[in-house]
């Protein structure tokens, strides 16, 4: 029987993929997208409808306004749109609305609330750019967003709830009824908001009375508020405006002639008065919202919120009077008008007290409190004499070298060209002499200075690096708002809070955010404080450079003033200013020109900042019980130093040629020592001998036949680091020839009563930097070679 043979199973065939397929998958694809598309289209009008209904109809138009309180909650004043302000669409010129349509929407009459080609246009931008950036919105959407703006940032989320708005929008009101709302809810920069403030705030007009150009300038202003504003960037604003007129020409709504006329016409913005007493801290109020809080001044501005704030109304309706008294500011001429700026901080807990921006200030204008100008001398407490008192090695009686000086090529000069070689820190502050700054700071070092500054909030540009920041030479300055904080710290015992304006915001009576106030921060010790406070009170004594503020109450600050760099006018002043406090409040003032030149800079003295600062603090003060600076437990006291010498008799042995006795009449203080400086004719300074405690019989024996000699004595106080001014200068002339018996070179005090003798010690040497104590038997020189001038401290 033959064998069955073995089927092999055959293999399975690869399934084609057929055109038919291929037809019936796209056909599912494309039924699945657009089951997809209808859903996502119901949920979005569904969404749509739903937030539309609610939303209280009246609030379309407008809405509550925002309000600002003052510290007592007192109203300060009221933002955003208010009743009254709107207007209706037969109010509306339609060539105005023509400009709109043509620059933000031109198939605004066309589209049902999104313009799918505007938006899909949009879209390919954002994936190239990898970002939601591009535009593409109707006026519609514009509204819709303008309504929703509680959500500022860009997300796929909220613009999917903006287009759901627009829809339900497009549903419920007319194209006439959408754009009348659109255009006055919108912002148009420098504080106007809607269409009928902007015509008033940019041309002084109602919205019938606009010429062309004008219309074009405002249809042109909502792609961006702030740039396009004609009163902040005139030259932005124009060049916007002619994209305008450009757009209209194209869709027909005007002639060619007309877009002529208007492409060239410069803006002037129409004189006007601040609306309110304190636009400058309402300014400043706003823009801190949005820096520390994030909460932009167009979501403020819509209206609703509630702002509670630090501003003391009294010291700003002062403040304002008083910068409008033209008395405290330099004649001006109708080219530039002289400008200032004042800031009052609390320094017991940082709250922004009153606030200028500027003479006439006007709503959102410039406000110079916020600016940077390099603050000359004011800025020596700050980054010279605070950081050398932190040291411990240096207090307000220590003496500072004032003379001529060469620091690498750097050459500062005091103003008046007097160099009498030594002053007290004391004096030195107190006369805003340079030298002894620039060479204070050189003594503890730049960074030690730098280190300090930033500590107290100063911002450095990297070419700051170098001595002239003694005298305020920075690159890029400080504002006023900068210079009152970083005294505070002085007028708080060494801690410094952050300034600030909001305590809170609150929206429908909850609250949206609040400060939350840090523990100060200790910059400084308390005895720099108390020591730095005490050298800036003799600021304010007569023969101080800040002596016009003095007034009824304790008061210690700092003037400080800038020379132009124009050549040929650089001995002429560019800023002034005064930084100061009270027990109570601290101050910033800079008074100067927005753009110096040849025929514009202070010609007004030095001490104009300071008379500001007395009306200022003196009024607003004026209720406030006048307490003192008073100094914190465990601060030493400052010591004057040791009254100087002024009997100096230097007297030839007559028994030896090559010796010379010293005498004066002791300081009546066990701590009190003495330092001994002579030089001959030969040498250009003196050098210091030697450092003794005793005065009884103490001889030079280090004389040449036939030289001559000149001798002065300083007392110093070995507790405190001061020393007192130089003693009259003895002479000494050394004859020719004379007895010179066998002896070892040196200077030696001889024997006493007591038989207490200091031997002399050839390799002996004095320090340059005395130490805290002094040793009971003093320290002697072997040899007259110059040493090392001392540093006085």
């Given at each position: 029987m033959a064998n069955a043979s073995k089927t092999v199973p055959k293999p399975k065939r690869k399934s084609k993929w057929t055109l038919r397929k291929t037809i019936l998958w796209m056909l599912f694809t494309v039924g699945f997208a657009v089951i997809c598309a209808s859903v996502g289209y119901i949920l979005i009008i569904y969404n749509g409808q739903n937030l539309l209904n609610g939303i209280d109809p009246t609030q379309l138009v407008t809405k509550d306004p925002t309000i600002i309180y003052d510290s007592n909650n007192q109203v300060i004043e009221t933002i955003g749109q208010q009743k009254g302000q709107s207007v209706g669409y037969q109010d509306i010129p339609q060539k105005l609305l023509n400009a709109f349509i043509a620059t933000e929407d031109r198939r605004f009459n066309e589209h049902s609330g999104i313009d799918f080609k505007s938006v899909g246009r949009a879209a390919v931008k954002d994936i190239i750019n990898r970002s939601t950036s591009e535009g593409g919105s109707t006026i519609t959407q514009q509204l819709a967003?303008?309504?929703?703006?509680?959500?500022?940032?860009?997300?796929?989320?909220?613009?999917?709830?903006?287009?759901?708005?627009?829809?339900?929008?497009?549903?419920?009101?007319?194209?006439?009824?959408?754009?009348?709302?659109?255009?006055?809810?919108?912002?148009?920069?420098?504080?106007?908001?809607?269409?009928?403030?902007?015509?008033?705030?940019?041309?002084?007009?109602?919205?019938?009375?606009?010429?062309?150009?004008?219309?074009?300038?405002?249809?042109?202003?909502?792609?961006?508020p702030t740039n396009y504003s004609p009163i902040s960037f005139p030259d932005k604003s124009k060049e916007r405006r002619q994209v305008v007129l450009k757009l209209m020409l194209d869709q027909g709504y005007i002639t060619e002639a007309e877009k002529n006329a208007a492409m060239d016409v410069n803006f002037v913005a129409p004189k006007q008065n601040s609306n309110h007493a304190s636009s400058s801290f309402v300014?400043?109020?706003?823009?801190?919202?949005?820096?520390?809080?994030?909460?932009?001044?167009?979501?403020?501005?819509?209206?609703?919120?509630?702002?509670?704030?630090?501003?003391?109304?009294?010291?700003?309706?002062?403040?304002?009077?008083?910068?409008?008294?033209d008395q405290f500011f330099q004649k001006s001429d109708a080219q530039q008008k002289m400008q200032g700026a004042m800031v009052i901080v609390n320094q017991k807990n940082g709250g922004i007290v009153a606030m200028v921006g500027g003479r006439d200030y006007v709503d959102k204008g410039l406000n110079r409190v916020t600016v940077k100008q390099q603050p000359?001398?004011?800025?020596?407490?700050?980054?010279?004499?605070?950081?050398?008192?932190?040291?411990?090695?240096?207090?307000?009686?220590?003496?500072?070298?004032?003379?001529?000086?060469?620091?690498?090529?750097?050459?500062?000069?005091?103003?008046?060209?007097?160099?009498?070689?030594?002053?007290?820190m004391f004096d030195a502050v107190k006369e805003s002499i340079n030298l002894p700054a620039v060479w204070l700071l050189d003594q503890i070092k730049l960074k030690t200075g730098m280190q300090f500054a930033k500590g107290l909030g100063i911002e450095f540009d990297p070419q700051d690096t170098n001595l002239a920041i003694a005298l305020g030479g920075m690159t890029q300055g400080a504002t006023p708002l900068q210079m009152a904080q970083a005294y505070s710290a002085f007028a708080n015992n060494g801690a410094m809070n952050k300034a600030h304006a909001i305590l809170k915001i609150t929206n429908d009576n909850k609250e949206v955010t609040s400060y939350k106030a840090e523990k100060a921060k200790q910059v400084m010790s308390l005895k720099t404080a108390y020591y730095t406070t005490e050298l800036l009170k003799g600021v304010i004594e007569p023969g101080g450079t800040g002596a016009s503020?003095?007034?009824?109450?304790?008061?210690?600050?700092?003037?400080?003033?800038?020379?132009?760099?124009?050549?040929?006018?650089?001995?002429?002043?560019?800023?002034?200013?005064?930084?100061?406090?009270?027990?109570?409040?601290?101050?910033?003032?800079?008074?100067?020109?927005?753009?110096?030149?040849?025929?514009?800079?202070?010609?007004?003295?030095?001490?104009?900042?300071?008379?500001?600062?007395?009306?200022?603090?003196?009024?607003?003060?004026?209720?406030?019980?006048?307490?003192?600076?008073?100094k914190p437990d465990g601060v030493p006291d400052l010591k004057a130093p040791p009254k100087g010498i002024s009997d100096l008799s230097v007297v030839l042995d007559?028994?030896?040629?090559?010796?010379?006795?010293?005498?004066?009449?002791?300081?009546?203080?066990?701590?009190?020592?003495?330092?001994?400086?002579?030089?001959?004719?030969?040498?250009?300074?003196?050098?210091?001998?030697?450092?003794?405690?005793?005065?009884?019989?103490?001889?030079?024996?280090?004389?040449?036949?036939?030289?001559?000699y000149q001798y002065y004595v300083i007392a110093?106080?070995?507790?405190?680091?001061?020393?007192?001014?130089?003693?009259?200068?003895?002479?000494?002339?050394?004859?020719?020839?004379?007895?010179?018996?066998?002896?070892?070179?040196?200077?030696?005090?001889?024997?006493?009563?007591?038989?207490?003798?200091?031997?002399?010690?050839?390799?002996?040497?004095?320090?340059?930097?005395?130490?805290?104590?002094?040793?009971?038997?003093?320290?002697?020189?072997?040899?007259?070679?110059?040493?090392?001038?001392?540093?006085?401290?």
């Open positions: 967003k303008n309504i929703l703006f509680e959500h500022p940032k860009k997300t796929l989320f909220r613009k999917a709830t903006e287009l759901s708005l627009a829809m339900a929008l497009e549903g419920k009101f007319s194209k006439n009824e959408i754009i009348t709302m659109y255009l006055n809810r919108i912002n148009f920069g420098s504080g106007a908001w809607g269409i009928k403030d902007a015509a008033k705030r940019y041309f002084g007009k109602d919205l019938k009375d606009l010429e062309v150009w004008q219309m074009a300038t405002l249809a042109g202003i909502p792609k961006s300014d400043y109020t706003l823009d801190e919202a949005k820096a520390l809080y994030g909460i932009d001044e167009e979501v403020l501005r819509l209206g609703g919120f509630k702002i509670y704030t630090t501003m003391d109304t009294n010291a700003q309706q002062i403040m304002e009077q008083t910068f409008e008294n000359g001398s004011s800025f020596k407490p700050i980054v010279v004499y605070a950081p050398a008192i932190e040291t411990g090695q240096w207090n307000p009686y220590s003496m500072l070298e004032d003379k001529e000086m060469n620091f690498n090529g750097y050459k500062p000069h005091n103003y008046d060209n007097n160099y009498p070689g030594q002053v007290s503020a003095k007034m009824n109450r304790p008061v210690a600050g700092k003037t400080g003033s800038t020379q132009l760099t124009i050549k040929g006018l650089e001995s002429k002043t560019r800023d002034l200013w005064f930084v100061g406090y009270t027990p109570e409040w601290t101050a910033a003032i800079w008074m100067g020109f927005d753009k110096p030149d040849k025929t514009h800079y202070v010609t007004i003295k030095s001490g104009s900042t300071a008379a500001l600062f007395k009306e200022v603090m003196s009024k607003a003060l004026a209720k406030v019980p006048v307490t003192n600076f008073t007559p028994t030896d040629n090559h010796k010379a006795k010293l005498n004066w009449t002791a300081v009546d203080d066990p701590s009190v020592a003495y330092r001994v400086f002579r030089k001959t004719a030969k040498d250009k300074d003196f050098t210091m001998l030697m450092e003794v405690k005793s005065v009884v019989d103490l001889y030079d024996i280090t004389l040449t036949f036939g030289e001559t110093y106080n070995t507790d405190f680091n001061t020393e007192s001014d130089k003693s009259n200068v003895a002479d000494l002339a050394v004859p020719l020839t004379g007895i010179s018996p066998s002896e070892s070179p040196g200077i030696s005090p001889t024997p006493t009563d007591s038989g207490t003798n200091v031997s002399p010690s050839p390799s002996s040497t004095i320090s340059p930097t005395p130490s805290d104590s002094a040793s009971p038997t003093p320290t002697n020189l072997a040899s007259p070679t110059p040493t090392p001038t001392i540093n006085p401290q």
